[in-house]
């Protein structure tokens, strides 16, 4: 339940594969050629090029052409830019290669990816190495210092940025930072404008939401909500929402954090959007609690429930150029049903 949570609560534990480097390299490896073919090669002049992250800087000398994605949402970003990893890690949906959906037609007809497992004690050191990578993404991660060091054993890697918290790389920034890593800069910039649009277009059609307040939560060990540097709330932003204030007080340095009861407040905005496993019976639950059933975005029913297993749950804390647009045409016309000002309003889940 509510993984991405789950795996900031777990210590992080450096694998030490040193002596599993020497047999990876030599080791059989039947189907990862097909798992990322060639694309159209980077711009000359493109290389070499030097990314900064947390743990100082990383230079490429050539275009990579097996990437490995540590982020749990990094291959989204390689495959809109016209590869495909040879290996992405499992964080939502268990879809088949760790691509959703909204990914499949950037992935077309090509092999999907090996999935890596992060448990929690960090990344599969050995099956990377196996993997033979010229280049690992962890952007959207927690990498911890000693595992930048053991991962960058096998391959160049670039981390989560330095300036703020750990899975708080925007998907902007994101975006960029894989362009420029595969040499493709200015697509990466097209791509992220083209989104942005997307969003822009869908809150220009809305004009209701423009300074109304917002805030996305969980039910995860109380009342969790995200904060202004998580990707969820960044799209509320986007499409006009203000989030309530005394949110970053509350949450810190850091992309979400639990609420006390007497900060319940919080979440009496505009629009409340819930994630959680099952909406039904979350909705009862929570309304049963004492502070927060008395809240007027309760009792005019302004609230939406998101199913985390489905899709589009997915989606919705995936934020990625890829899963955006999938995620806006069917988040708004719940935000708009549950600011209409209309108490019998259904706010609808979508099918998919």
């Not at 277009?201 to 060990?221: C, I, L, Q």
């Amino acid at each position: 339940m509510f993984r991405m949570i789950q795996r900031t609560r777990l210590t992080a534990v450096a694998a030490s594969a040193l002596l599993l480097f020497g047999a990876a390299a030599c080791g059989p490896d039947e189907s990862d050629d097909a798992a990322a073919p060639p694309a159209d090669s980077a711009p000359k002049g493109a290389y070499p090029v030097t990314l900064d992250h947390k743990y100082g800087e990383t230079t490429l000398k050539s275009e990579p052409q097996r990437i490995v994605t540590v982020g749990l949402s990094d291959q989204d970003a390689v495959l809109a830019l016209g590869k495909v990893p040879v290996g992405t890690t499992e964080w939502l949906g268990e879809f088949k290669g760790a691509i959703g959906p909204w990914a499949e037609k950037a992935l077309g007809d090509k092999a999907r990816p090996t999935v890596l497992h992060d448990d929690g004690t960090g990344p599969q050191v050995e099956k990377i190495a196996s993997l033979r990578p010229d280049l690992i993404l962890a952007l959207y991660s927690g990498l911890t210092k000693d595992q930048y060091r053991t991962l960058s054993k096998i391959a160049p890697v670039v981390a989560q940025p330095k300036d703020g918290p750990d899975w708080s790389i925007s998907w902007q920034d994101q975006t960029e930072q894989v362009g420029k890593a595969l040499g493709r800069s200015d697509e990466a910039k097209a791509l992220v404008a083209k989104t942005e649009k997307h969003i822009t277009d869908a809150a220009a059609a809305h004009p209701e939401f423009k300074g109304r307040s917002a805030v996305v939560a969980t039910p995860y060990e109380g009342m969790y909500v995200y904060g202004p540097q998580d990707n969820r709330s960044r799209l509320l932003n986007g499409l006009g929402f203000q989030l309530p204030a005394g949110l970053s007080t509350v949450v810190g340095d850091a992309f979400g954090a639990n609420i006390s009861k007497e900060r319940t407040d919080l979440l009496d905005t505009d629009a409340v959007v819930w994630i959680v496993t099952d909406p039904a019976k979350d909705t009862k639950k929570l309304h049963a609690d004492p502070l927060y059933g008395k809240l007027d975005v309760v009792k005019e029913g302004r609230e939406v429930m998101v199913k985390e297993s489905s899709h589009f749950g997915s989606a919705v804390s995936f934020v990625s150029p890829l899963s955006l647009p999938y995620t806006v045409d069917r988040l708004v016309p719940m935000l708009a049903a549950a600011v209409d000002g209309k108490t019998d309003t259904k706010v609808v889940h979508p099918a998919s």
